[in-house]
């Protein structure tokens, strides 16, 4: 069965950390690039970061650009989301989502994703 789990979120308070993991199961893992999202209450999905399988190269939203780290572990077919200097602007339901290309294409952020996970919210508050 092709899936998308993520896990990991919860309640922070500013400044904080989270690590989010979206683990695979279903599919060759090692052959998809791996993006991240993000949806707010009343806005649009944002993308947040994505993560290449042919090189591991990696791109991110300006938003999230210095405190947010996107990684691979192909083994574990696993990718996390190590989010730092968590900012109240940064709550959301984030998703991972995987992309069959390889790589992350210069429109990660806007391009048709061939499999999505469910979600994990994310609450960054005082």
């Known amino acids: 069965q092709l899936q998308l789990v993520e896990s990991g979120g919860g309640l922070v308070q500013p400044g904080g950390s989270l690590r989010l993991s979206c683990a695979a199961s279903?599919?060759?893992?090692?052959?998809?690039?791996i993006g991240w999202f993000r949806q707010a209450p009343g806005k649009e999905r944002e993308g947040v970061s994505c993560?290449?399988?042919?090189?591991?190269?990696?791109k991110y939203a300006d938003s999230v650009k210095g405190r947010f780290t996107i990684s691979r572990d192909n083994a574990k077919k696993t990718v996390y989301l190590q989010m730092n200097s968590l900012k109240p602007e940064d709550t959301a339901i984030y998703y991972c989502a995987a992309d069959s290309r390889p790589y992350c294409v210069g429109r990660w952020m806007e391009i048709s994703y061939d499999y999505w996970g469910q979600g994990t919210q994310v609450t960054v508050s005082s």
């Open positions: 993560i290449s399988s042919s090189d591991g190269s990696t």
């Open positions: 279903g599919f060759t893992f090692h052959y998809y690039a």
